[in-house]
């Protein structure tokens, strides 16, 4: 970086700056601890950085950045001993959702929120992003495109997708 010159050293801050909550959070998610989730985005940005000034020539440098950061969440799931597993994380949300919501049948929404997990972890890799970006993680279309590195329509396209077979899935009609 230091043979860098002063724009692609900014350029590069900014894009870390810019990216890395959201990617801390999405790799949270998958890993479901800081730690684990610290080391993956670090050790994606580490590949990004020495990459940067041929990225910088991309047409699509987010989306090669989100990839960058998938592989490295999958090198860390598959290096985790037997011993490491723990409960996917989507899993621990449907027990957290079921706690907080106390004026309903607790037992009916941990089934419902599990089966629901259970169906988006069906879903095509993009569409799964898209939904888990969006809803588990709040962002907007916007945000989570930019997050993708794919245009706004795209993600809507991904998140549509990705409705119709969830209530193909969860056998619920496509307006509920």
Request: proline residues 3%.
């Amino acid at each position: 970086m230091s043979q860098w010159d002063a724009a692609a050293r900014l350029s590069y801050w900014a894009f870390h700056a810019d990216r890395r909550p959201a990617y801390m959070r999405f790799a949270y998610l998958h890993l479901g601890s800081d730690a684990a989730a610290e080391q993956t985005v670090d050790a994606a940005f580490d590949s990004i950085m020495s990459q940067w000034l041929r990225m910088l020539h991309m047409d699509r440098l987010d989306a090669y950045a989100w990839t960058v950061l998938k592989h490295c969440i999958v090198d860390r799931e598959r290096r985790r001993s037997p011993r490491q597993q723990r409960p996917e994380p989507m899993d621990i949300s449907a027990f957290e959702a079921a706690l907080k919501e106390a004026h309903a049948d607790q037992y009916e929404v941990l089934t419902d929120t599990i089966r629901f997990y259970s169906a988006v972890s069906r879903l095509a890799e993009r569409q799964r992003d898209a939904v888990l970006l969006r809803y588990g993680l709040r962002c907007s279309p916007g945000e989570a495109a930019a997050v993708m590195g794919v245009d706004e329509a795209t993600v809507g396209s991904y998140l549509g997708q990705a409705h119709r077979r969830l209530s193909r899935l969860l056998d619920t009609p496509a307006e509920s």
